[in-house]
């Protein structure tokens, strides 16, 4: 019987241990001039990616997805109500964060309606990947399914505030030295690419010299893992949005 029990209790922490090494690591950001156009090849593991309660992961990914959908459907009804007056190529030049293939998934009948939110998602997702151009604006690529929701919202957003930021400061940008009031600090120019004066997000506004950086750790902070990124790419963004103005 004892024998049995050694033996259950070592298939067990094998069996653990197997588990624990599929786990995603995060990507290492390093400091360095990345090349542009890059390409961010993406999967989503929601609460997967940290904990093993299923029950957890289940409802935080029900919650997530129905976060996603309020975004969806709120988009649908700005760039509906946009397109009563204006053809996209006008509504793009007003607001160039409409660039992309966003509206044409907005466009379609069912889009907002594919019931992503009504049932836990089955993680991890392979979503596609993103493209930052030489602007640093982030065009999407997802792959059919609840990804679209995800990485649409992701990098709408940060076209939308022209602005990226990682929870956990990675200490790319230089910060002042602490102050012993809290209430006496004030926050830094957006142009530092540091949100607050000692504490807090570091930010990384478009045009900031670690741009892509901040977008990988922003990925990563919204439960998303990196598989593969690839620099200087060939990307011409003029004719792929020429192309869907024709579509």
């Known amino acids: 019987m004892r024998i049995i029990l050694i033996v259950f209790i070592c298939v067990l922490s094998v069996v653990a241990q197997a588990y624990a090494s599929e786990k995603p690591e995060l990507w290492k950001i390093e ?3 990345m090349r542009y156009p890059i390409k961010i090849n993406i999967t989503y593991w929601g609460k997967f990616a940290i904990y093993n309660n299923l029950e957890y992961i289940h409802k935080e990914s029900i919650k997530e997805m129905t976060r996603a959908h309020d975004f969806i459907v709120s988009s649908k009804d700005s760039i509906t109500e946009l397109d009563k007056n204006n053809t996209l190529e006008e ?11 966003f509206p044409l998934y907005l466009s379609h009948p069912d889009s907002g309606q594919e019931g992503y939110e009504k049932n836990p998602l089955n993680l991890p997702l392979t979503c596609g990947y993103l493209i930052i151009d030489k602007e640093n604006f982030v065009w999407t690529f997802p792959n059919k399914g609840p990804c679209e929701w995800l990485l649409y919202e992701f990098s709408w957003w940060i076209n939308r505030t022209g602005r990226v930021s990682i929870l956990a400061p990675i200490g790319f940008h230089e910060r002042p030295k602490m ?4 209430n006496t600090s004030k926050p830094i120019s957006n142009e530092t690419g540091v949100q607050t004066a000692h504490y807090g997000p570091e930010g990384f506004p478009v045009g900031d010299p670690y741009f892509a950086q901040g977008v990988i750790g922003s990925l990563e902070d919204n439960d998303f893992r990196i598989t593969s990124i690839e620099e200087d790419i060939e990307f011409d963004p003029k004719d792929l949005q020429a192309r869907y103005l024709h579509r």
């Open 91 to 101: 509504i793009i030049e007003s607001y160039p964060f409409w660039k992309g293939n």
């Open 31 to 33: 400091k360095k001039q």
């Open 179 to 182: 102050k012993k009031n809290y």
